[in-house]
């Protein structure tokens, strides 16, 4: 996922993911019941190209002080990275987080976090904006 570069809503994004981030780190260790699809973002360089892409990366452990995961979608612009492939990474490297909470019904309830996404809408007209929300239960505040 390509981002814009010096964006003040990408970077508003990734500091309250931050700010949060303790918040879902606690729920990653003890998942309440009828949640799930817990990812974080990564930013991946590659040094062959000097080119800078963004990644979900789910399947999340943690791994003594840092983490692991499996890399969730297909890169476009890097080479030096997979869909599949599990990575290493530390706190220090997480840009945004997310997870999907299924409410007591087990009915698709809303994604939680992904504040990228937010910032992203926000540049949409405003009927594909809440199409987006509609379909993943996303709520931007």
Partial sequence: MSLPRGDSATEAA???ARAT????????????PNTDVYAVMLRIVDPANN??????????????????????????????????QVVRFSRA????????????TNVKRGMVGNFTLCALLAREKPQEAAAVKRETGLVCD
């Fill in 51 to 84: 080119k800078v892409e963004f990644f979900w990366v789910g399947d999340l452990n943690r791994d003594g002080d840092g983490f692991s995961g499996r890399i969730d979608n297909t890169p476009r612009s890097v080479t030096n990275v997979r869909q599949g």
């Fill in 93 to 104: 490297e997480i840009y945004d987080w997310m997870y999907v909470d299924y409410g007591f």
């Fill in 21 to 32: 981030l303790d918040d879902f780190l606690a729920l990653l260790d003890r998942p309440p």
């Fill in 14 to 16: 990734f500091a309250r």
